[in-house]
C-alpha cells in the first residue's frame, strides 16, 4: 500500500511494451518512450526559448515525464485503433482516466492525491507546453516507425503508423520548433539509407508538400 506501490510501478512500465502483437525488429518499452518523448520536448522547447518564446519548464518535464503513466493500467494501444474515431479516443481517455484515478486515491496520501490527479491528466493542451508535448510524442513514434522501415519490417502498419504521426506533427507547423524539425531534422532522417528508401522519401514530400500549402 502507498507510495511503495507507486514507486514499484515505475519498473513495471519496462514491461509493457509499445504496438503490442506486432513483429517488431526492435521492441520499445512505455517507459523508454517516456525517456525519450521528455528528451525530444527538451530540445524542443530549446528551440522554442530560442526564437524567443517563453517554456514553463516544470509544466513541460512534468507532462513529458507523466503523459503515459496511464497506459500501466490498460497497456499501449495501437495508435490507428485508439484514433479511429472520436468517439473511441474518448472511451479510451475515460477508462484511463477513471483506471489513475482510482489508484492514486488507493495508493497516495490525501495530501498529495490532487497533485498527482493534475500530474496524470491529459498534458497534450493548448498550451505552448502541450503543444510540445504532442510533437515530441509523435516524433518518437516516427522514429520508432522509421526504425522498422528502415530494417525492412514488412509489417504495413508501421508505414502507417509513420504518415499519421508525420501528418500530426505537420498539425503544428506554426511552431518554430516544428520548423525546425522539417527543415533540419526530417532531411537528415531521409538521408539515411534504407530499404524502399525512395519509396518512402517520396510519401514524406508528398506528405509535407501538402501540408505546407494549406
Not at 110 to 131: A, M, N
Not at 138 to 146: A, H, P, V
Request: one cysteine or more.
Amino acid at each position: 500500500m502507498g507510495i511503495h506501490q507507486y514507486f514499484k510501478s515505475l519498473s513495471d512500465l519496462e514491461k509493457i511494451y509499445r504496438c503490442p502483437g506486432k513483429f517488431k525488429f526492435q521492441e520499445h518499452s512505455v517507459a523508454s518512450h517516456s525517456f525519450k518523448v521528455t528528451k525530444v520536448a527538451q530540445f524542443l522547447g530549446t528551440v522554442e526559448e530560442n526564437k524567443g518564446n517563453k517554456v514553463n519548464w516544470q509544466a513541460l518535464y512534468e507532462k513529458a515525464l507523466n503523459h503515459d503513466y496511464n497506459e500501466l493500467f490498460t497497456g499501449d494501444i495501437k495508435t490507428p485503433v485508439k484514433y479511429a474515431s472520436a468517439e473511441l479516443r474518448n472511451l479510451f481517455s475515460q477508462v484511463e482516466e477513471q483506471m489513475t484515478q482510482k489508484f492514486i486515491f488507493k495508493e497516495f496520501p490525501k495530501e498529495y492525491q490532487q497533485i498527482y490527479l493534475d500530474r496524470f491528466k491529459e498534458g497534450k493542451d493548448d498550451t505552448l507546453e502541450g503543444k510540445i508535448l504532442s510533437v515530441a510524442d509523435k516524433i518518437d513514434l516516427l522514429y520508432e516507425s522509421f526504425g522498422e522501415i528502415q530494417k525492412g519490417n514488412p509489417e504495413p502498419l508501421f508505414q502507417e503508423i509513420y504518415e499519421e504521426s508525420l501528418l500530426t506533427i505537420l498539425e503544428f507547423k506554426e511552431m518554430e520548433s516544428v520548423r525546425y524539425f522539417l527543415n533540419e531534422v526530417l532531411p537528415d532522417m531521409l538521408d539515411e539509407k534504407f530499404i524502399e528508401h525512395s519509396e518512402l522519401n517520396k510519401v514524406t514530400q508528398k506528405i509535407v508538400k501538402a501540408n505546407l500549402e494549406e
